[in-house]
């Protein structure tokens, strides 16, 4: 998961900061390093993406067509 991809998680949510600072129990500074790439991958990295998922979101992996983000279809992943 990349910064970038996080900040697109944001924005598909219509998350700001704050809010996803709050659903992950991150503190909001720790996202924004993150973000920004001045954090490396941690404990609260993984709070991120768990509270991002939870909220439907999909990482996709690089595969030769970049890495990126999607709502995952309503039931779970492959429904």
Same mark, same amino acid.
């Given at each position: $998961?990349?910064?970038?991809?996080?900040? =697109? !998680?944001?924005?598909?949510?219509?998350?700001?900061?704050?809010?996803?600072?709050? +659903?992950? *129990? @991150?503190? +909001?500074?720790?996202?924004?390093?993150?973000?920004?790439?001045?954090? #490396?991958? #941690?404990?609260? @990295? /993984? %709070?991120? +993406? !768990?509270?991002?998922? %939870? =909220?439907? @979101?999909?990482?996709?992996?690089?595969?030769? *067509?970049? !890495? #990126?983000?999607? $709502? /995952?279809?309503?039931?779970? %992943?492959? =429904?």
């Amino acid at each position: $998961m990349t910064s970038a991809q996080i900040r =697109a !998680a944001r924005g598909l949510l219509n998350w700001t900061v704050r809010d996803l600072a709050e +659903r992950s *129990g @991150v503190h +909001r500074n720790t996202v924004t390093r993150i973000e920004t790439e001045t954090t #490396g991958p #941690g404990h609260s @990295v /993984a %709070a991120i +993406r !768990a509270a991002l998922e %939870a =909220a439907g @979101v999909e990482f996709i992996a690089e595969n030769g *067509g970049g !890495a #990126g983000v999607r $709502m /995952a279809k309503p039931g779970g %992943a492959g =429904a």
